[in-house]
């Protein structure tokens, strides 16, 4: 465990450069703000339409026409 924890204390010049540089980036992209976060400003997005208030319908016409092909492959199956 000693070993582990005096671990830091052997970093080369190249090792505390890349650190040094790893967290001048980070720092530099924290301060941006305007980095899209990829949810409401994806293209993807663009000319979409939001749920219609009849989804629960369609979400009921899938499940019975599901229980309808379940049921047949039972009814069929026994024979």
Excluded: C, H, Y
């Amino acid at each position: 465990m000693a070993l582990f924890i005096r671990q830091d204390d052997n970093r080369s010049k190249l090792q505390e450069r890349l650190v040094a540089e790893l967290q001048d980036r980070a720092k530099k992209t924290a301060e941006k703000g305007d980095i899209p976060d990829g949810v409401d400003d994806a293209r993807m997005l663009e000319n979409t339409k939001t749920t219609s208030s009849l989804a629960w319908m369609w979400l009921l016409i899938a499940l019975v026409v599901i229980a309808g092909v379940v049921w047949l492959t039972v009814v069929l199956s026994n024979g």
